[in-house]
């Protein structure tokens, strides 16, 4: 089965941080690039940050940059996104994609192969 499972959510104080991890079965994360999303309820998905499958480039959101970093392990088969100095603006559900582009603004989901299910950050005290 081809997908992608999150995994790390949870609740953290402001000025904490996270790391969620993003698993693959069925197929190998080294061929693609991955971008993490994050939905908050009433607002729309928007992109957080993405790599490239080379790992060699990596964009970032103006509001996480310098706060979050994306990174993968090939050997695992799996996608990390870092999280540090979080705010209550953070908290949303978390997801991770696989697709041929590091991307953040995507007009179509299809835009990324395989979508993960999500994972929930909240940042509160």
């Known amino acids: 089965q081809l997908q992608l499972v999150e995994s790390g959510g949870g609740l953290v104080q402001p000025g904490g941080s996270l790391r969620l991890s993003c698993s693959a079965s069925?197929?190998?994360?080294?061929?693609?690039?991955i971008g993490w999303f994050r939905q908050a309820p009433g607002e729309e998905r928007e992109g957080v940050g993405c790599?490239?499958?080379?790992?060699?480039?990596?964009n970032y959101r103006d509001s996480v940059r310098g706060r979050f970093t994306i990174s993968k392990d090939n050997a695992k088969n799996t996608a990390y996104l870092q999280m540090n100095s979080l705010r209550p603006g953070d908290t949303a559900k978390y997801f991770c994609?696989?697709?041929?582009?590091?991307?953040?603004?995507?007009?179509?989901?299809?835009?990324?192969?395989?979508w993960g299910q999500g994972t929930q950050v909240t940042v509160s005290s």
């Open positions: 069925g197929f190998s994360l080294e061929r693609y690039a």
């Open positions: 790599l490239s499958d080379s790992g060699g480039h990596t």
């Open positions: 994609a696989a697709g041929p582009l590091c991307a953040i603004v995507v007009a179509d989901t299809r835009e990324y192969d395989y």
